[in-house]
């Protein structure tokens, strides 16, 4: 599980955008074959997501899909290893497993859209290909992470600090079970302070981690109201909808 601190150069220190990504990274989930799935992902582990005929970039939503009026970007795996930050620095310690990507999960292919919204909300939407684990680790881990401190410098040479506190709970609504993280707090740059509210909900389908991740910041961190909950899950649904119809095409 990643609660992976972005940046994208001067934009989120001018607007204190930050991403949450879920993204199962135990440290035998991929790479030991005694690991065993939970009944909830039982189906999603019956397709491998190699039988997915398909580049992971044709599996994301088309612009059409994503509310209101903003700029959007579709990223492959070499565009997003080249925009990724460095791994923050995390306190306290045992919040370290969930806000750092491990190698083995880095590894997998993965595509994402990247959606800012004129009102400043930001929404991501992600396949990663090959991965797919229980939820019993994440559930663990945010519940072992209540509270963290990540530290990253920007590209200015100032440092971003983010203040965030994590719970996690069941999606309603979703075609495949899933669940939803939300992280909330500030992020700091210099003497600007923002408050920053971010959901990350994702399930596994088809051999693959699929997520969308929605963040609010300023004045719009504060606002979540049932249309936007319904609007992420939607979202949730045509992603998962996508990458269900290419593993039975």
Do not use: H
């Not at 030991?32 to 189906?43: E, F, I, L, Y």
């Amino acid at each position: 599980m990643n609660l992976r601190l972005s940046r994208s150069g001067a934009a989120v220190v001018l607007c204190a955008a930050a991403l949450l990504t879920l993204s199962a990274c135990s440290d035998d989930s991929n790479d030991s074959a005694d690991s065993t799935p939970s009944a909830a992902d039982s189906t999603s582990a019956e397709a491998s997501a190699v039988e997915l005929d398909v580049r992971v970039e044709d599996l994301m939503l088309p612009e059409s899909d994503f509310p209101g009026t903003g700029t959007y970007v579709v990223k492959d795996k070499a565009a997003i290893d080249a925009d990724k930050s460095a791994d923050p620095d995390v306190t306290p310690a045992n919040c370290a497993a969930i806000a750092n990507d491990e190698d083995e999960t880095d590894a997998f292919d993965r595509a994402q859209v990247e959606y800012d919204m004129d009102d400043g909300t930001s929404i991501e939407t992600e396949v990663v290909l090959g991965q797919a684990d229980d939820f019993d680790t994440i559930v663990s881990q945010v519940e072992d992470c209540p509270a963290m401190t990540m530290r990253i410098p920007s590209g200015d040479g100032t440092e971003l600090v983010a203040e965030m506190e994590n719970s996690i709970e069941d999606v309603d609504g979703s075609t495949v079970p899933a669940k939803t993280i939300t992280s909330t707090g500030t992020m700091t740059s210099g003497d600007q302070v923002t408050p920053l509210t971010i959901r990350s909900t994702g399930a596994f389908v088809e051999g693959t981690t699929v997520s969308v991740q929605i963040t609010l910041v300023g004045e719009n961190a504060g606002n979540w109201s049932a249309s936007d909950e319904a609007t992420l899950v939607e979202l949730l649904n045509k992603q998962i909808a996508i990458v269900q119809d290419a593993a039975a095409a």
